[in-house]
């Protein structure tokens, strides 16, 4: 096919870039015929002013499409970046952009300038600007006779004139002549006045710097004036060249030495060592390239220079194919490296992917497109293209949203709760879009995507959470999941326990000492379920079949015979079952007669006649307060009598007064509590 080209709105200053977009229906899935995939753009093709330019674009599809776009009579307005889309019913597929540039020249830029160097010193004059595609061929002149490159005089890359080792005789008026091998004009410094560069070489400027200089046979030490540079080169390019430019006295002494990671390179050398030139670099071709320059027969130091040799490549690239379900995220890789550092833009279906206009696409730091809770649309071709100012590299890939019925990979299970506890109903899925979830005991729903009733909630997961739990709730719980392509539903029974709860917990007790006592634990459960009771006393369990003193009956309640002191304190009653546990304490104490007052004394009182003080020592109460204490007298042996009756429990003393003298008088005293009155302590001495 051919279609004529037609004028394209102009870029400012130079170039316009047009699109031609070509629409093809096939019947297989797009794939523009690309270079080489890891090779940026060759250089723009320069064509001559009103001359033919034609631009191919062939589909790989069966059979093979091709189109030509034909721009009959060129003009600088088609100069520019052209492309190819080429579309059908699964996507679109934006070609590498062809760069067409019209060859011209235009006019020297700058103005007539000065330049000073030290003798001994390299002269770097850059070529005066001059407008052109491609670049200029320039030859230099001084003072109207030729410059011819030589072991001093040095012409780079792009076009800059270095003199080695300046001496007096080279100042001058330097200018050049352009001329452009694709239109076949000349810009001559006689017809355009190409501006002047009038070199002065200065001495006074080294006799400045002390007496260490030297004149000018002395040695200069190596400086390189023009280091190499890192460098692009595209997969297919014939050759590439790097260059090295360095100074120093005496020039015939000076060597220059190349290096690619570290090893010396003989080969490509050319321009007095100074130029590198690699032919038809390949990946193994990368590295760096280091120059070293260095004053044979002298102790000055040496000098070196180092840039990279790019191959600029994809480091990560999709597959051709990937599926993925909606509402998913999907990760395109797309990783390109390059110097300058490529910047990575992705299209789908031939247009720009714009993050701002859809957040859902956004490009990770890497460059490679994340794509949120796809949706249909997004299916179709994405491209990501790496671009730099060598050129660009594209790769592609198709990305197939697909919908999926759903499938409960984890359903409920027959679950049981005890009343007022929570429980959660399981109910895990798979499909695309994502399932909805509606949760329905009988036909009434309980929760989904836009009902939910008290105590349920319908989790992320789309599992069921109850809480907290009535007995009312035990039924057959149904969780159905559903999609644009169908339904899937499962069902599980809930078994809700009433809790077990200790109703009559056992109470705080005392008994008399040798008397029995019982401790109730009265419980409400559910029928279904058997309860388990376990005594506990200070946190240890009590065993009934070691201790015949203890009974447990069936309904919980603790017997305890013969109690003495031992048997004090708390008891706990535990109860255990599936339907939930419970537990109650209670504190026992048994009482017993209290024990005989200690060290009972006699003293005559000094205070008053007839009178004795009597001391104890307070006894033990039998657990429970002491009442009194009662005082009896034995006067001359006779029968004991009661002589103090309601003695204040708290004392330890007591005065004895109306005594007879002559009379001998024995005393003995018991506490009082309300089991009884204890044993009387030991008679004091007469």
């Not at 776009?69 to 059908?88: E, F, M, Q």
């Not at 491209?383 to 790769?395: H, I, K, P, S, Y």
């Not at 007995?471 to 392509?485: E, F, P, Q, V």
């Not at 026992?588 to 006649?609: D, Y």
Request: net charge positive; hydrophobic share 35%; glycine share 6%.
């Amino acid at each position: 096919m051919e279609q004529r080209g037609q004028r394209a709105r102009p870029w400012p200053n130079r170039s316009t870039a047009s699109h031609c977009v070509f629409f093809s229906f096939l019947d297989c899935r797009p794939r523009v015929e690309q270079p080489e995939q890891h090779a940026f753009q060759r250089a723009p093709r320069a064509h001559r002013l009103l001359a033919t330019a034609q631009i191919e674009c062939v589909a790989q599809c069966h059979p093979v499409v091709g189109w030509r776009y034909l721009i009959p009579s060129l003009d600088r307005t088609h100069a520019g970046s052209y492309r190819c889309i080429v579309r059908n019913r699964v996507g679109a597929l934006l070609q590498r952009s062809t760069e067409v540039q019209v060859a011209f020249m235009g006019s020297f830029e700058e103005a007539e300038r000065s330049q000073s160097v030290s003798q001994g010193e390299g002269a770097v004059i850059p070529a005066p600007l001059i407008r052109s595609f491609p670049q200029p061929q320039v030859t230099w002149f001084r003072d109207g006779r030729k410059i011819p490159p030589s072991s001093r005089i040095a012409i780079t890359l792009d076009n800059t004139l270095v003199i080695l080792s300046t001496v007096a005789p080279d100042a001058g008026r330097y200018y050049v002549q352009a001329v452009n091998d694709k239109n076949g004009r000349t810009r001559p410094a006689s017809q355009s006045r190409s501006p002047w560069t009038c070199l002065v070489i200065s001495a006074e400027e080294r006799r400045r710097n002390g007496p260490d200089v030297g004149g000018p046979a002395d040695p200069i030490a190596p400086t390189i004036i023009v280091p190499p540079r890192d460098t692009s080169v595209v997969s297919g390019t014939s050759e590439v060249t790097m260059e090295c430019v360095a100074n120093a006295r005496p020039l015939i002494k000076l060597s220059i030495t190349w290096r690619k990671d570290g090893a010396v390179v003989s080969s490509g050398l050319s321009d007095f060592n100074r130029r590198l030139t690699v032919i038809s670099p390949l990946v193994a071709d990368a590295g760096y390239y280091e120059c070293e320059a260095v004053l044979r027969s002298s102790s000055v130091p040496s000098v070196s220079a180092g840039a990279y040799l790019h191959s600029p490549q994809f480091m990560k690239e999709p597959e051709r194919h990937i599926t993925a379900e909606m509402e998913k995220v999907v990760d395109i890789p797309c990783q390109a490296r390059g110097v300058p550092l490529p910047e990575m833009v992705w299209y789908k279906d031939g247009v720009p992917i714009s993050p701002v206009k859809t957040p859902r696409y956004r490009v990770l730091a890497g460059g490679s497109l994340q794509v949120n809770g796809l949706l249909p649309d997004d299916t179709g071709m994405f491209q990501c293209f790496a671009r730099n100012l060598a050129g660009e590299v594209q790769t592609n890939t198709y990305l197939a949203v697909t919908s999926i019925a759903p499938n409960i990979t984890a359903g409920p299970s027959d679950s049981t709760v005890i009343d007022g506890m929570s429980v959660i109903l399981h109910c895990e899925t798979s499909g695309a879009p994502r399932p909805a979830i509606t949760w329905q005991k009988g036909e009434r729903i309980l929760a989904s995507g836009s009902v939910q009733l008290p105590r349920f909630t319908l989790l992320e997961s789309g599992s069921l959470l109850i809480s907290p739990s009535h007995i009312s709730d035990a039924g057959t719980y149904t969780c159905m999941a559903s999609n644009s392509r169908g339904i899937d539903e499962a069902a599980a029974d809930l078994v809700v326990w009433a809790r077990t709860r200790i109703t009559s917990p056992p109470q705080d007790q005392s008994v008399i000492k040798g008397t029995k006592a019982s401790m109730t634990c009265g419980v409400t459960h559910d029928p279904r379920v058997t309860v388990r009771y376990v005594w506990e006393k200070e946190g240890s369990v009590l065993n009934a079949q070691a201790v015949p003193r203890i009974r447990m009956e069936l309904d919980g309640t603790l017997h305890i015979s013969q109690t003495w002191s031992g048997d004090i304190g708390t008891y706990t009653c535990r109860v255990t079952s599936v339907g939930g546990n419970d537990s109650r304490s209670a504190h026992l104490r048994v009482r017993q007669l209290p024990h005989a007052p200690e060290n009972p004394g006699a003293v005559l009182s000094s205070s008053e006649k007839r009178a004795i003080n009597l001391t104890w020592t307070k006894p033990f109460d039998g657990n429970t307060p002491l009442f009194r204490y009662i005082l009896e007298v034995s006067e001359n042996n006779a029968p004991w009598t009661v002589i103090l009756a309601n003695i204040d429990p708290d004392s330890s003393s007591v005065t004895v007064s109306g005594l007879i003298p002559a009379r001998s008088y024995q005393f003995r005293l018991c506490a009082v509590n309300d089991v009884g009155k204890g044993q009387f302590s030991r008679e004091t001495e007469r």
